[in-house]
């Protein structure tokens, strides 16, 4: 287990970081946030180290930059090509690279280039942000992985990955709110006085979602996944896990609702019996919500929804946090929750 001591200091480092660190770019923000990801993506709460492969690193800058390197439209002030600085030289190789595919098309090829595109990036994060992402002016705080451990792969240090999953949400609004400023402040003739930069920023590329309805239908026979009847029209997508808690699109996390159950769950975790009745589906339906993602293009990965839900839930309960069963009727998280997922 991780101290109070340690988590308190895990935080005031990375608030050292992003206040008194030395940005060139933006590419320590994606840094960052990449780290807190794949720890809450594949991690756990154990204390121990996690080794993180470099490709891995690769893979979340090019989904973070992939919608960054786009024209922004949002401001009559833009001028140029529309795209946003996000350093204070040349333009950053990543941006570059992302600029010249996304003017030949809208969404990235699951393809050769993409493998060319990410072993540059590979290089790119190994040469700059992972070598000084650390430096504090003259100091060097390696709090983080060991600087002169980096190959194809960086070792996050005990306590880190466990600090990283308690503290996900409030690190990754500092790490935005501080990207978003240094854009801000190197983009004052683009920008203007636009108030839809965190949008344009951060807003996933989400999936299609009218394309989950008739996957999710057959599955559910036509009735809402929180009260059982049936769904007489527009049925609604709900995020099971909620996009606020964890803003990634996988098939899994999708159920259909009743709007009025959509709004009343909100941004809440759902009870335990929801937990249950969505690990049972996910496992009893498997080959037939994998086969609709799959024709439909969304992505999915059972797996990584499972660790992001126990992620979830591991925090709420550890909070002694409230889920909604229905209606305005709350229900504390028990013990059992984790054997909801695993039975």
Known sequence: ????????????????????????????FAL??????????????????????????AEKFVDYYWRQSRPYLGSENGSGDGILRQNTGKTPVIIKLLCEMNRKQYTLPKSKSE??????????VRKMPLVFLQNIGNTRLEFLYDGNDVTDRIILKPGVMSCFRKFYPLITDLIRGAWVRYIRRNNPDLLGVANDLDEFLFGSERAPLGNVVPILEEIQKGDCFYCKRPIKSSPHVDHFIPWTRYPLDLGHN???????????KSDMLAAEVHLE???????????????????????????????????AYG?????????????????????????????
């Open 1 to 28: 287990m991780v101290s109070e001591s340690d988590q308190l200091l895990f935080l005031t480092n990375i608030q050292r970081i992003l206040n008194e660190g030395v940005f060139t770019s933006t590419y320590k």
């Open 32 to 57: 960052l946030h990449a780290m807190a990801d794949i720890c809450v993506e594949r991690g756990n709460d154990s204390g121990e180290s996690l080794p993180v492969p470099l490709s891995e690193i």
């Open 115 to 124: 493998r060319r595109l990410l072993r540059e990036v590979e290089r790119t």
């Open 254 to 264: 999708f159920v259909l609702a009743h709007n009025s159950c959509n709004l009343a």
């Open 277 to 311: 009745n969505w690990a049972r589906r996910n496992q009893e339906s498997v080959t037939m919500l994998e086969s609709g993602f799959g024709d439909q293009g969304i992505p999915f990965d059972l797996a990584s929804s499972n660790r992001i839900a126990i992620w």
């Open 315 to 343: 925090q709420a309960h550890r909070a002694s946090a409230l889920t909604w069963l229905k209606g305005k009727e709350y229900r504390s998280i028990s013990d059992r929750w984790r054997r909801v997922i695993f039975q």
